[in-house]
C-alpha cells in the first residue's frame, strides 16, 4: 500500500480587530450655548461698566461747586454749573493748549499716515534684497518700551538738530521736533498693520492699472491706496488716539510753557487744584479733553470695525 504525501492547508490568518468606532465630538447644546453667552455679555457689561462709569462721574463732577465735589462725590449737583468749562478754557489755558495739540497732531498724523502707507506697499507688494530686513526692523520698533528710550531720544533730538544747525525748527520745545518724533513713534505700527493689508489686495487692479500707464506713483495714490481706505482709517483713527493721549512724549520734549500739549495741561491743572482749591475746573479740563476723541471714535467706528476686519475677510 503506498503512502499517499499529505498537505498541510496553510493556516489562516485571523481578522486584524476592527478598529473602534470613534466616539463623535461632543456637541455644544442649548444650555451650554446660553451659559457661554450669558457669561460673554457679563463680562462685557462689567468692562463697559468699570470704563463709561469713572468717565460720566468725571464729567459730572465739572457742574458741581468745589463744596459738594468734596462733601458728595457721589451725588448729582444741587445746580448744573457751566462756569467751570469757562475758567478751564480760559484761566486753566486749555484754548492754548487744545489748539497746541491740535496743531502737533494734524502734522503728526498726517506724516505718519502718508510715510507709514507708502513705506508698507513698498515692503508689502515690492520684492527686493533686504526687504524681510527693512519689515522686521518696523516689526522690532514694536518691542521697545518707550522709558527705555528716552534719554537717547533726547540726546538724538537735542543733538542732530544743533548739528544742522536747525535747533529752533526741529529742537527741543518745537512743535516741529515733537511732531517728527510722533511719526518715529508712530510709523513701527502703522507699517506693521498696513502691511498685512496691503498683501491682501488683489494684484490683478494693480496689473490693469500698469497695463494702461499707469506709473509706480500713480499706481499708488490713485489705485492702492482708495482700494485699501478702511484699513487707512481703521489706523489712522488708533494714531489720533494714541497721539492726543501722549503724556511722556511731550514731557520730555516740549520745555517752553507756551507750546505745551493738553496732557501737560492737564497735569498743571491737578497740580494748581490742590491750591486753588477749584477742583471742578480741573474735570471740567479733562472733560474738554475727552469730548473730541469721543466724537471721532463715535462718527468713524464702523469704519474702524471694517478696517480691522477687512484684511481677513478679503
Known amino acids: 500500500m503506498s503512502n499517499l504525501a499529505t498537505t498541510t492547508a496553510p493556516a489562516t490568518p485571523e481578522p486584524a480587530p476592527a478598529p473602534a468606532p470613534a466616539k463623535p465630538a461632543p456637541k455644544m447644546t442649548a444650555d451650554t450655548g446660553r451659559v457661554f453667552n450669558a457669561f460673554s455679555h457679563g463680562f462685557l457689561f462689567i468692562w463697559g461698566a468699570l470704563v463709561t462709569i469713572p468717565l460720566l462721574w468725571a464729567v459730572i463732577q465739572s457742574f458741581k461747586t468745589d463744596t459738594e465735589i468734596i462733601n458728595d462725590p457721589l451725588g448729582l449737583p444741587d445746580q448744573w454749573l457751566w462756569g467751570a468749562f469757562g475758567r478751564a478754557w480760559t484761566k486753566g489755558h486749555i484754548g492754548?493748549?487744545?489748539?497746541?495739540?491740535?496743531?502737533?497732531?494734524?502734522?503728526?498724523?498726517?506724516?505718519?499716515m502718508l510715510l507709514g502707507s507708502m513705506a508698507a506697499y513698498v515692503l508689502a507688494r515690492y520684492p527686493f534684497r533686504g526687504n524681510r530686513a527693512v519689515y522686521w526692523m518696523f516689526v522690532a520698533g514694536l518691542t521697545m518700551p518707550i522709558y527705555l528710550g528716552i534719554l537717547p531720544l533726547y540726546l538724538t533730538v537735542d543733538n542732530v538738530a544743533n548739528a544742522l544747525g536747525l535747533g529752533e525748527v526741529i529742537g527741543l520745545s518745537t512743535h516741529l521736533g515733537l511732531i517728527l518724533v510722533y511719526v518715529a513713534y508712530s510709523l513701527p505700527f502703522t507699517v506693521f498693520f498696513l502691511h498685512a493689508f496691503f498683501r491682501t489686495l488683489p494684484t490683478s487692479i494693480a496689473e490693469a492699472a500698469s497695463v494702461d500707464g499707469a506709473g509706480h506713483v500713480r499706481l499708488f495714490f490713485q489705485v492702492m491706496m482708495p482700494m485699501a481706505k478702511p484699513g487707512l482709517i481703521g489706523i489712522g483713527i488708533f494714531n489720533v488716539i494714541g497721539q492726543w493721549n501722549q503724556f511722556i512724549l511731550p514731557t520730555v520734549i516740549m520745555k517752553d510753557e507756551d507750546k505745551r500739549l493738553l496732557t501737560q495741561g492737564l497735569l498743571e491743572l491737578a497740580t494748581n487744584a490742590r491750591y486753588e482749591t477749584d477742583f471742578a475746573r480741573l474735570f471740567a479740563g479733562m472733560t474738554l479733553a475727552m469730548l473730541p476723541i469721543l466724537a471721532v471714535y463715535l462718527i468713524f467706528h464702523r469704519q474702524v470695525q471694517s478696517g480691522l476686519t477687512g484684511a481677513t475677510l478679503k
Open 96 to 112: 492754548e493748549f487744545f489748539f497746541n495739540t491740535v496743531l502737533v497732531l494734524i502734522g503728526g498724523v498726517g506724516l505718519t
